[in-house]
C-alpha cells in the first residue's frame, strides 16, 4: 500500500449571519446551514478512515455532550469543535471548558475567558472560536482559532503517519 497524501482541513466559525460554519476535510465538506447561530458544532473524526463518528450542535456551554462518551481518551479519533456566530455569554464553562483544557485547548480559550471577565460580554456581543486535537492525547496541544471582530478559518493539514499497520491522519500546521 502505497501512503496516502497529506490533506488540508479546513474550519470556518462565522461571526456573520451570511455565513454557515464549515468543516473540510481533503475535497469532502460539511457545513451548517447560515441559519444554524449561537451553537457549538463538534465532529469526532476517525484518524484511519477520516469517517465522521459524531456529528452534533449543540448550545449547552456548560456540560460536555454525551455522545463523545464512547470516543474520549482514544488518539483514534479528531475532535473538530467550531461555532456558529455564538454569543460571549456562551463562552465555555465548567465541565465542558474543563473538557477542553484536558484536550490541549489554552491560549485562546483563555483570552476569550479574559476577555469576557475583564470587558463583560457587554462590550462584545458574538465570538468565533475553533479547536482541533487528537482526542486523549496528552503529548501535544491543539490547535485554536479565536476572534471576536471576525470569523475564524483554520487551515492545518492532516498528515498521514504510520503507527502498526495504519496510517493515522495527524493535525500539523502547514
Not at 501512503?3 to 461571526?15: D, F, I, M, R, Y
Not at 475535497?27 to 469517517?51: A, F, G, M, P
Request: hydrophobic content about 35%.
Amino acid at each position: 500500500m502505497s501512503t496516502p497524501k497529506s490533506l488540508p482541513l479546513t474550519v470556518q466559525a462565522p461571526l456573520t449571519s451570511n455565513l454557515g460554519a464549515r468543516v473540510v476535510i481533503g475535497s469532502d465538506q460539511l457545513r451548517l446551514s447560515y441559519d444554524k447561530t449561537n451553537i457549538y458544532w463538534l465532529l469526532v473524526v476517525d484518524r484511519v478512515s477520516l469517517e465522521v463518528k459524531v456529528n452534533i450542535t449543540f448550545s449547552d456551554n456548560h456540560d460536555v455532550p454525551s455522545q463523545i462518551a464512547p470516543y474520549q481518551g482514544d488518539s483514534k479519533y479528531l475532535l473538530i469543535l467550531t461555532t456558529s456566530l455564538i454569543n460571549s455569554a456562551n463562552i465555555p464553562t465548567g465541565a465542558f471548558y474543563n473538557y477542553l483544557v484536558s484536550e490541549g485547548a489554552g491560549p485562546q480559550l483563555d483570552r476569550m475567558e479574559q476577555i469576557y471577565e475583564t470587558l463583560n460580554c457587554s462590550n462584545w456581543g458574538w465570538f468565533a472560536y475553533t479547536y482541533v486535537a487528537i482526542m486523549g492525547d496528552d503529548s501535544t496541544d491543539g490547535f485554536e482559532e479565536f476572534s471576536f471582530t471576525n470569523s475564524t478559518i483554520m487551515t492545518i493539514s492532516l498528515m498521514p503517519i504510520k503507527v502498526g499497520g495504519d496510517y493515522y491522519y495527524t493535525p500539523v500546521r502547514k
